[in-house]
Nanobody, 121 residues
């Protein structure tokens, strides 16, 4: 079994900052891509940021220059540093990981449970 557990979200004011983390645990050989997605009220889920196993990153245009994704592969952890938060950033943020299982080399698409980030004045 593989689990992804995100840090607890919270409420921040516009312009504020918040860092999310997500730890993968369980039967893991390695992890390829890791990423953060979000789903705001009335919106479809969208990719926020992703990072490959070698550290290549990509971001949604709406967060470029404000959000930074990083990972600690030794800890199977991915982070999302969010700065200059805007009202429209309010959403449920979920982490995703492409996990390689040991022995079988099966590729498992795993998701965290989601964490709510509220941006409000």
């Amino acid at each position: 079994q593989v689990q992804l557990v995100e840090s607890v979200g919270c409420s921040v004011q516009p312009g504020g900052s918040l860092r999310l983390s997500c730890v993968a645990s369980g039967n893991i050989f390695s992890i390829n891509d890791m990423g953060w997605y979000r789903q705001g009220p009335g919106n479809e889920r969208e990719l926020v940021a992703a990072i490959s196993s070698i550290g290549s990153t990509n971001y949604a245009d709406s967060v470029k220059g404000r959000f930074t994704i990083s990972r600690d592969s030794a800890k199977n952890t991915v982070y999302l540093q969010m700065n200059s938060l805007k009202l429209e950033d309010m959403a449920v943020y979920s982490c995703n990981a492409s996990v390689i299982a040991p022995i079988t080399d099966a590729v498992l698409d795993k998701w965290g449970q989601g964490t709510l980030v509220t941006v409000s004045s």
